[in-house]
């Protein structure tokens, strides 16, 4: 449902946000959460061009009204958890109230421009923190062309497994070693048993991969007991943002059998900092993924024509690739892969009311991932077990160094944003993480 704040017309008296090819014009308005260099609190904020609104202190001096001013006192406390819990109204009203305070006409900003300014922090000046507490961590499987090519490196007869297109495979994650954008990841020491040896060792991986995928924060929970229809599902997801799910396939592909991944997983998984709301990417929605003739139809409880026909979501992703030598030698990083977010079998909404199907809680602030997000061409792949097929076909980079998974030095950076006719750009920022040699061992 578009509204004022989607206006493409709308500038805001924030001048970098009015700026061509910004990823945070008026129209985005992402929430984080951050802190000033030098100060010990975190603070919710918006980010609006190269700067941040602090949100907590326009509600403090009275800036807000009715849902917008209860929504704005729930911005304390340096989490978006109490953000999120609130409706779907509520985070509406403080995203229109954003909007009108942001905007090149706001009376307020115009009687007393330096207030504005005292409320504005240059995203350069600060560090970036999670932007909830994150109880649980779902990571699903969504993308069938990333299920069927893995699926066909380790089952080349039988890649796709039969229950793929019914239920949306997930696992749980741990949500203890999600950190933001910018962590530097250690590689991870684990259990791992060459094909040709008879046992396994207890070594640093060496086949170190990264996954380009979109996180889903919860918004308003259910209670224990109680499904979600995925009629109502929207309204219980606040917004999404990029993720990098860390994977060491030598680790994975020793221990997955048969409970599914485990520690090749869980030593790190890296958010970016920046939440877009589902209500800013409403212009963005599109059909959902068609499925070829002869799939089956979902199941009814995943199964709505609302969703049918908006579920889906026209996000471009791009990972790129940075290596010590590359910044040895002053280069920008290089794309490797570009996919886009409309490839994904399954909508957000199928896979929030598949994991409330069981009478599962979820809660204000649990995030679910999307799986891997890959398309049907090569360069939509989007993790290196994919783009150099198991490592047999490595990426060339500029510097001639090769790679067929990542080495120490190594920063991968994924990337997101929304295009369309008749509409602004908007983007997620970044997701960065660089790699630092394990731990020494045996
Ligand atoms: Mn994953």
């Known amino acids: 449902m578009l509204n004022a704040t989607h206006d493409p017309a709308l500038r805001s008296?924030?001048?970098?946000?009015?700026?061509?090819?910004?990823?945070?014009p008026i129209q985005n308005l992402p929430f984080g959460v951050f802190r000033r260099r030098a100060e010990a609190d975190c603070r919710v904020g918006v980010a609006i061009g190269n700067q941040i609104l602090d949100v907590e202190k326009s509600s403090s001096l009275g800036l807000f009204h009715g849902l917008a001013a209860e929504a704005g006192a729930a911005c304390s406390g340096g989490t978006l958890n109490a953000l999120m819990a609130l409706s779907a109204a509520h985070q509406s009203a403080l995203r229109a109230a954003l909007s009108a305070q942001l905007a090149a006409d706001a009376t307020w900003y115009r009687s007393d421009p330096q207030l504005g300014l005292r409320l504005l922090t240059p995203i350069s000046d600060v560090e970036m923190c999670l932007p909830a507490t994150i109880g649980d961590y779902t990571d699903f499987y969504a993308s069938v062309y990333h299920a069927t090519n893995v699926g066909r490196l380790f089952r080349p007869d039988n890649p796709l497994l039969?229950?793929?297109?019914?239920?949306?495979?997930?696992?749980?994650?741990?949500?203890?070693?999600?950190?933001?954008?910018?962590?530097?990841?250690?590689?991870?020491?684990?259990q791992i048993k060459d094909p040709q040896a008879d046992i396994p060792v207890f070594a640093r991986s060496h086949l170190l991969d990264y996954e380009l995928e979109v996180g889903v924060?919860?918004?308003?929970?259910?209670?224990?007991?109680?499904?979600?229809?995925?009629?109502?599902?929207?309204?219980?997801?606040?917004?999404?943002?990029?993720?990098?799910?860390?994977s060491a396939r030598d680790i994975q592909s020793w221990e997955y059998q048969?409970?599914?991944?485990?520690?090749?997983?869980?030593?790190?998984?890296?958010?970016s900092p920046w939440v877009v709301t589902l209500e800013a990417l409403a212009p963005f929605r599109r059909a959902a993924f068609t499925r070829p003739e002869g799939d089956p139809a979902p199941l009814p409880y995943l199964f709505s024509s609302a969703d049918q026909l908006l579920g889906g979501l026209d996000l471009t992703l791009e990972v790129a690739l940075l290596t010590e030598q590359m910044r040895a030698e002053g280069l920008e990083p290089v794309p490797v892969s570009r996919g886009s977010f409309a490839d994904m079998y399954w909508t957000i909404a199928q896979l929030l009311t598949h994991h409330a199907s069981n009478g599962c809680n979820l809660r204000p602030g649990d995030l679910l991932a999307s799986g891997t997000v890959s398309g049907p061409v090569k360069d939509s792949r989007g993790c290196l077990l994919e783009l150099t097929t198991r490592g047999d076909e490595p990426l060339i980079l500029p510097t001639g160094e090769s790679r067929r998974f990542l080495e120490d030095g190594d920063e991968v950076i994924l990337r997101g944003y929304c295009e369309r006719a008749g509409a602004v750009r908007i983007g997620f920022g970044e997701c960065r993480g660089i790699v630092v040699s394990a731990l020494p061992g045996a």
Do not use: M
């Open 258 to 271: 048969p409970l599914g991944p485990f520690l090749a997983k869980s030593f790190a998984t890296t958010l």
């Open 162 to 190: 039969p229950n793929y297109k019914y239920v949306p495979i997930g696992y749980h994650g741990r949500a203890s070693s999600i950190v933001v954008s910018g962590t530097p990841i250690r590689r991870p020491r684990g």
């Open 13 to 24: 008296w924030v001048s970098s946000a009015n700026a061509p090819g910004t990823d945070f």
């Open 217 to 246: 924060f919860v918004g308003p929970g259910n209670e224990l007991g109680q499904p979600i229809a995925i009629d109502a599902a929207s309204t219980h997801i606040f917004g999404l943002c990029l993720l990098n799910d860390w």
